[in-house]
Antibody, heavy 122, light 107 residues
């Protein structure tokens, strides 16, 4: 059974950086992209970007360009998402979701992590 | 960016009802359209991809249709566990974008 297990909740100061992890299991890690999605309290879903674990290549939403960094550790099948220069508007739940590459797209989400709440507050 | 517009934003329905949710893309996306279900405090769950294909394990009471710019999600025989928020998403081009969501509530 495919599993994506994310790191725990974080409380951060404004201006700080947060690094969230997503550990994958029960599938070939390098065969699927990993995407990150943000959800502010009471709001909808917002795509942040993706990483190809096989090559390390990334594609970030313009809104997050310059503030987000996605990395991968193939030895532990873990993907990381780091968001810097945090403000209160970054208070949200962050999800990793696997991008299925069947059909050549890698943009179709199938499995999701449980979510990591991040609170930005002084 | 491709804008995704869902309607209605919320609806009330009774157990056993059939409900239909609409999603419109600001430009043609062929069938690169997915639907997700999200319950309060939980991660989204993937329901449908390629506009009409069910994800593995999703019951056939859920169905999707459409192509181009107009899409629908239909839920037959609504059950208590189906009350949730539903999102559409286009994956034709980056940035991937979601609709604003439709909250299905109990009447």
């Amino acid at each position: 059974q495919v599993q994506l297990v994310q790191s725990g909740a974080e409380v951060m100061q404004p201006g700080a950086s947060v690094k969230v992890s997503c550990k994958a299991s029960e599938y070939t890690f390098t065969n699927y992209y990993m995407h990150w999605v943000r959800q502010a309290p009471g709001q909808g879903l917002e795509w942040m970007g993706l990483i190809n674990p096989n090559s390390g290549s990334t594609n970030y939403a313009q809104k997050f360009q310059g503030r987000v960094t996605m990395t991968t550790d193939t030895s532990t099948s873990t993907v990381y998402m780091e968001l810097s220069s945090l403000t209160s508007e970054d208070t949200a739940v962050f999800y990793c979701t696997r991008g299925d590459c069947s059909g050549g797209s890698c943009q179709r989400f199938d499995y999701w992590g449980q979510g990591t709440p991040v609170t930005v507050s002084s | 960016d491709i804008q995704m517009t869902q309607s209605p934003s919320s609806l009330s329905a009774s157990v056993g009802d059939r409900v239909t949710i609409t999603c419109r893309a600001s430009q043609g996306i062929s069938n690169y359209l997915a639907w997700f279900q999200q319950k309060p405090g939980k991660a989204p769950k993937s329901l449908i991809y390629a506009a009409s294909s069910l994800q593995s394990g999703v019951p056939s009471k859920f169905s999707g249709s459409g192509s181009g710019t107009d899409f629908t999600l239909t839920i037959n025989s609504l059950q208590p566990e189906d009350f949730a928020t539903y999102y559409c998403q286009q994956y034709k081009s980056y940035p991937l974008t979601f609709g604003g969501g439709t909250k299905v509530e109990i009447k």
